[in-house]
């Protein structure tokens, strides 16, 4: 008897000890709530496609991330270039800067640091975006007897501004964005560099695409229907290449005295008969992704003034240059396969040209007059197993100048630009998507099946200005954070 009451008295003394446990977990956790709400900046912290900050309400969020593009690329172009120095050698009416025949090495072309998020409610959006530079800085005008004319001040290691933006929604489909942004015309350039089919936009869309400005704009996003119109500082002027200008400089990152646009406006209309917006985001389609449709359709027009910022012997006076500018694109994802393409149509009157050596325009009197710049891309895909896809790429572009005059009487090798085939480059390449766009491996090839002119020199994507066709090789690992 005495064992049972021993017994029953050391269960009592247990179930006793639990609930004063129990009791003592209770008050700690309630302190610790009441404590965490009478602090203002009780946040919380983590990862969802980014990290991120935000208040337990819901009206301040930041999200912090990046982009780094380490790459290889190798530049293939035929012995027999032409050599200027010796007419009766020469293979096309311009010189022919780098005549290595192999050229190859690395670098890391978007190194980007991404802010975004809302403050005081979703409503109010905004977004920070940078970018390290590479030294880029070069010029046309070099000889195969001087290669390292090929180089120009170094710029090499400059972070600069890429977006810098605040979106206001003041109703359920309507919006306005004022600050920096990409001007909503061209849709390879609307997709971010996270998000591209190949290791490099096209040179079609470098030359035609509009990039960044500086504005506002508005928007109205229906289910199906998204409208944007832009009133901004203009676009970019790469109509016909890098080197010569036939219209005014881009406004990226310049200050409101140096622009030189008199007006620019810019629209665009897109139509999505089915699919998600968010599927649009990047040209893939993963197996097992619902199918959509979105059609494109981006109107720019704008009015350059030369302002002084361009020419120290000042540029008071010279007349306006204009240019209208069409562009169509269509994405058809098959969940598992995607189809992308885009069409370009720009008419330029161009009273004054500038022709940019060593990153120093000089004016060109008489002007190009009215020139004619058009081009296409195609970009199929497919893929050939869960986490690899397969990608094709097509691209023309030609200019075809009103009047040359101005750009011959600066001789070579400004007078070469005016001497092209039209541009002609097949890439083909693979996408492993390691994790998503978040870690990405791709490898392309390249083939210029004509020369390729001055107008269509793009280093950054590979292609150097040759006599003959050429072949590019181009390999990069993506990382998103």
Known sequence: MAELKALEGEKWLSQERADQIRAIVADVVADADARASLRQDA???????????????????LQVGGLIQPRFMWSHVRANQSDPTSPSQAVTPYPIPDQVENNYGFD??????IFKGHVFSPAVEFMVRT??????????????TSPNALTGPSNSGDMYLLDAWVRIAFADEWSFRFGQYRSPYAREQLVVEANQMAVSRSTVVRNFGQWYTQGIELQWQGDDVRWNLSVDSGGSANFAGTELRLSSNSSLDQPWWVQSSSYSITTRLEWKPYGAWRDFNSFTSPMGEQQGLLLGLAFH????????SVSTSGNNGLPQNYVDSVTGDVQWNLGGASVFASAFWNYIDSNTTFFNAFNTPSPVDPNA??????????????????????????EYGYVQFGDVTGINNLGQPASGIQFQNPYNVITTGFNWYIDGQDLKWTIDFGYAITDVNFAWQN???????????????????????
Request: cysteine-free; proline content about 6%.
């Open 43 to 61: 946040m919380t912290a983590g990862w969802n496609d980014g990290f991120f900050l935000a208040s337990p309400d819901g009206r301040f969020k």
């Open 301 to 308: 027009t704008q009015g350059t003034s030369p302002d002084e």
């Open 131 to 144: 970018n390290v530079d590479l030294n880029n800085s070069y010029s046309v005008a070099g000889t195969p």
């Open 108 to 113: 890391s072309n978007y190194n980007e640091l």
């Open 459 to 481: 280093l950054p994507a590979g292609w150097r200005i040759s006599a003959t066709d050429q072949f590019v090789m181009r390999t990069q690992l993506q990382l998103v954070f």
């Open 369 to 394: 007059s009215n020139t004619f710049a058009y081009g296409f891309t195609i970009q199929p895909a497919i893929y050939v197993a869960p986490k690899w896809e397969w990608y094709t790429r097509y």
